[in-house]
């Protein structure tokens, strides 16, 4: 027997590929640990309880976010279960950082949680499940998130802000594989990826929007991310049920929908197929109308919420915040929201009469900053835009930036916008004026419209050269 003979017997596994067996027990160990320091973490809402009844809520909100953290980790190690033993504990330990981190800012609760949500979720707790389906508590929001709300109002007393917050952080899971998988058309190596998914996870836009905000633009934005996916390796049928699923939870959906003329373009996807959109939509309303709610809700909730919010600006970082703030928004609104809506309209025309111009030349990195582009501009020029209405373009830039390293400016500037119109729109003085956010705003949209520009140009240049030889 050597000397080093129990250390290089421990060692010698760390750089090779687990079985599926110790993969297995490493899965099991790691959620237990993961437990043991949920269950020990701080939760202050929970002193609202009495104090008999603290340590079973403790558990109960353990066991969720472990939960979450099982499905985290189960995906990775599926994505990654080629990779070395050493690198999947690493995984685990991220992972267990990453969700105990956003843990951390459960107890903050948005004037959101506290004026709407709060209130549905208790009339909700009145209601039995198909009454609750059909009931039209919190009418301003498409019934499939309402779902959501119905089923944690199932958890009688109960701090119900921590599930409507694992449902956001959960979602974050989400939101990182469609990222990864997006990635993946261009990023090569399991572990690449990997990071990828984590990067997505703790963009601040996505920790702030989700974990300590409690918002569901995640949601929407994940299904739309899948939907792209989907589109880029040909395969329209799921692209379009995507489509429609993200549709179903949130209006801001539309802003990725003009993504279909690039896609259609290219033939990823014809014209049948968009039929698909409508029909998963209204397959996602088929328990609201099991429930007793009208058709005609399901099909003009969205027309509802559009007669909302009549204001020029809503912290949002666009054009609108160079306006005199000293004035009323409402009546910013009224002056100027026609005009504000035809150049949203016509920054939309702008940039779709470019991709038929040059549709020979659209690449799959050409659909995606085409994607970035509008998702970014259109809310730069429309009216009633809130600070949220831009997430897609702040995760979808790390796409590009990944795709090409020195597009890192993409994603710093939209975020950060993002980030400073956050901080207006919380408690709090906002970090800087609102200005600087539409400035940086306007950078990165500058920017993409710059690279969209080259991308069509070279693939053109490059067909051309093609042809000459």
Same mark, same amino acid.
């Given at each position: 027997?050597t000397?080093?003979?129990v250390s290089?017997t421990l060692?010698?596994p760390?750089g090779?590929k687990p079985?599926?067996a110790v993969?297995?027990v490493l899965?099991?160990?790691?959620?237990?640990?993961?437990y043991?320091?949920?269950v020990s973490a701080?939760?202050?809402?929970?002193d609202e309880?009495?104090?008999?009844?603290i340590?079973e809520?403790?558990?109960?909100t353990?066991?969720?976010y472990t939960?979450?953290f099982?499905?985290?980790?189960?995906v990775?190690?599926r994505?990654?279960r080629?990779?070395?033993?050493?690198?999947?504990i690493?995984l685990?330990?991220?992972?267990?950082a990453?969700i105990l981190?956003?843990?951390?800012l459960?107890?903050?609760?948005s004037?959101?949680y506290?004026?709407?949500?709060s209130d549905?979720?208790?009339?909700y707790?009145q209601?039995?499940?198909?009454?609750g389906?059909?009931?039209?508590?919190?009418?301003?929001?498409?019934p499939?998130?309402?779902?959501? !709300?119905?089923?944690?109002?199932?958890?009688?007393n109960?701090?119900?802000?921590?599930?409507?917050?694992a449902i956001?952080i959960?979602?974050?899971v989400l939101?990182?594989y469609a990222? !990864?998988?997006?990635c993946?058309?261009?990023?090569k190596?399991d572990?690449?990826?990997?990071?990828?998914?984590?990067i997505?996870?703790?963009?601040p836009?996505v920790?702030?929007n989700g974990?300590?905000?409690g918002?569901?633009?995640?949601?929407?934005?994940?299904f739309c991310?899948l939907?792209?996916?989907?589109?880029?390796t040909?395969?329209?049928v799921r692209s379009?049920?995507f489509f429609?699923?993200a549709?179903s939870?949130?209006?801001q959906t539309?802003f990725f929908?003009?993504v279909?003329l690039p896609?259609?373009?290219?033939?990823?996807?014809?014209?049948?197929?968009?039929?698909?959109?409508?029909?998963?939509?209204?397959a996602?309303m088929?328990?609201?109308l099991?429930g007793?709610?009208?058709?005609h809700?399901v099909l003009?909730?969205?027309?509802?919420?559009?007669?909302?919010y009549n204001?020029?600006t809503?912290?949002?970082?666009?054009?609108y915040?160079?306006l005199?703030?000293?004035?009323?928004r409402a009546t910013l609104y009224?002056?100027f929201?026609?005009m504000? !809506?035809t150049?949203?309209?016509?920054?939309?025309?702008?940039?779709?009469?470019l991709?038929c111009?040059?549709?020979?030349?659209?690449?799959?990195?050409?659909v995606?900053?085409?994607?970035?582009?509008?998702?970014a501009?259109?809310p730069?020029f429309?009216?009633k835009?809130?600070?949220?209405?831009?997430?897609?373009?702040?995760v979808?830039s790390?796409?590009?930036a990944?795709y090409?390293?020195?597009?890192i400016?993409l994603?710093l500037?939209?975020?950060?916008?993002s980030?400073?119109?956050y901080?207006?729109?919380l408690?709090?003085?906002?970090? !800087?004026?609102?200005k600087?956010?539409?400035?940086f705003q306007?950078?990165?949209?500058?920017?993409?419209?710059?690279e969209l520009?080259r991308s069509?140009?070279g693939?053109?240049?490059?067909?051309v050269?093609?042809v000459?030889?």
């Amino acid at each position: 027997m050597t000397k080093n003979f129990v250390s290089d017997t421990l060692r010698a596994p760390l750089g090779k590929k687990p079985p599926l067996a110790v993969q297995a027990v490493l899965f099991l160990l790691a959620t237990a640990v993961f437990y043991a320091f949920a269950v020990s973490a701080r939760y202050a809402v929970l002193d609202e309880f009495s104090d008999y009844r603290i340590a079973e809520l403790t558990r109960i909100t353990a066991i969720v976010y472990t939960a979450i953290f099982a499905i985290a980790y189960g995906v990775q190690l599926r994505v990654g279960r080629r990779l070395s033993l050493d690198v999947q504990i690493l995984l685990g330990v991220i992972t267990g950082a990453v969700i105990l981190a956003k843990i951390s800012l459960l107890d903050y609760v948005s004037d959101d949680y506290t004026i709407f949500l709060s209130d549905w979720i208790y009339s909700y707790s009145q209601l039995g499940i198909k009454e609750g389906l059909g009931t039209y508590i919190g009418s301003d929001y498409t019934p499939p998130y309402l779902y959501l !709300m119905l089923l944690v109002s199932r958890f009688k007393n109960f701090p119900w802000q921590y599930l409507v917050k694992a449902i956001s952080i959960l979602t974050d899971v989400l939101l990182g594989y469609a990222v !990864m998988k997006l990635c993946s058309l261009r990023v090569k190596g399991d572990g690449a990826r990997l990071l990828v998914f984590h990067i997505a996870g703790i963009l601040p836009t996505v920790v702030f929007n989700g974990a300590y905000w409690g918002q569901c633009d995640a949601i929407y934005t994940s299904f739309c991310l899948l939907a792209l996916y989907m589109g880029l390796t040909k395969r329209p049928v799921r692209s379009m049920i995507f489509f429609g699923v993200a549709l179903s939870f949130k209006l801001q959906t539309v802003f990725f929908l003009p993504v279909l003329l690039p896609l259609w373009l290219r033939r990823d996807i014809g014209l049948r197929h968009v039929l698909l959109i409508p029909a998963a939509y209204m397959a996602m309303m088929i328990p609201a109308l099991w429930g007793g709610k009208s058709l005609h809700h399901v099909l003009t909730v969205y027309a509802q919420q559009a007669g909302t919010y009549n204001f020029i600006t809503v912290n949002a970082p666009n054009l609108y915040q160079f306006l005199p703030q000293e004035m009323d928004r409402a009546t910013l609104y009224t002056m100027f929201g026609p005009m504000a !809506m035809t150049l949203g309209f016509a920054f939309l025309a702008g940039v779709c009469a470019l991709l038929c111009a040059r549709r020979d030349s659209i690449t799959e990195d050409g659909v995606l900053l085409a994607c970035v582009l509008m998702l970014a501009g259109v809310p730069y020029f429309l009216p009633k835009m809130h600070e949220r209405y831009t997430f897609g373009a702040d995760v979808l830039s790390l796409v590009l930036a990944i795709y090409k390293p020195r597009r890192i400016a993409l994603p710093l500037l939209f975020g950060f916008a993002s980030y400073l119109a956050y901080t207006a729109g919380l408690p709090g003085d906002a970090v !800087m004026d609102l200005k600087w956010a539409a400035m940086f705003q306007l950078a990165g949209i500058l920017l993409t419209a710059a690279e969209l520009w080259r991308s069509l140009n070279g693939r053109s240049a490059a067909n051309v050269a093609e042809v000459k030889a």
